[in-house]
């Protein structure tokens, strides 16, 4: 059974960092591009990052950009995200998220964890 | 960037077809074929149930359809049922930046 599971995320004080992490299993890990998107009951789903199956090639929302970084441990089996300077509207549920594509991102997410929830605040 | 836009609410009985919509720009939906949805249940994590605007991953019903013309997405779902209550999510590759998703801000579907 494809499984991703998060963990990380707790409560954080704004400027705080945090670090994110997924655990794969199921499936081929190291073929696939991977993603992380973020959930508010205000915002709704927010795409936040990707990488390529090599973790070769990275993006990032502008809202996250040079605050984020996106990495993976292919003989883990884990995704991680960094998470600098943060900020109330950082506040989130995060997922971790597989994609459809093998080796590029294609935004199609096919499977997804169950989240782990961040929270800035003083 | 513009989040993608959908109706906020939709609603039919069961056994009634509805079509949620999903409206972009050149540069999003109607650039590529990287158009998916998503459903979610509460609580839940979202479920992919179409991808490249009209493929179903294996497994989903094929009560779902979708389909694109110019700058807006649109799901189908046929024959709804009690199950189908939830929000549906559409996204969309976009080459405005290097490579960037939009979402839709969600619509809310009650099956009455």
């Known amino acids: 059974e494809v499984q991703l599971v998060e963990s990380g995320g707790t409560l954080v004080q704004p400027g705080g960092s945090l670090r994110l992490s997924c655990s794969a299993s199921?499936?081929?890990?190291?073929?696939?591009?991977m993603n992380w998107v973020r959930q508010t009951p205000r915002r709704g789903l927010e795409w936040v990052s990707s990488l390529s199956s090599s973790g070769g090639s990275t993006y990032y929302a502008e809202s996250v950009k040079g605050r984020f970084t996106i990495s993976r441990d292919n003989a883990k089996n884990t995704l991680y995200l960094q998470m600098t300077s943060l900020r109330a509207e950082d506040t989130a549920l995060y997922y971790c998220?597989?994609?459809?594509?093998?080796?590029?991102?294609?935004?199609?997410?096919?499977?997804w964890g169950q989240g782990t929830m961040v929270t800035v605040s003083s | 960037q513009s989040a993608l836009t959908q109706p906020a609410s939709v609603s039919g009985s069961p056994g009634q077809s509805i079509t949620i919509s999903c409206t972009g720009t050149?540069?999003?939906?109607?650039?590529?074929?990287?158009v998916s949805w998503y459903q979610q249940h509460p609580g839940k994590a979202p479920k992919l149930i179409i991808f490249d605007i009209t493929k179903r991953p294996s497994g989903v019903s094929n009560r779902f359809s979708a389909s694109k013309s110019g700058d807006t997405a649109s799901l189908t779902i046929s024959g709804l049922q009690a199950e189908d209550e939830g929000d549906y999510y559409c996204s969309a590759y976009t080459s405005s930046r290097p490579f960037h998703v939009l979402f839709g801000g969600g619509t809310n579907l009650a099956v009455l």
């Open positions: 199921g499936f081929s890990f190291g073929s696939y591009a």
């Open positions: 998220a597989k994609d459809l594509a093998e080796l590029w991102p294609e935004g199609s997410f096919h499977v």
């Open positions: 050149r540069s999003d939906v109607g650039d590529y074929d990287h």
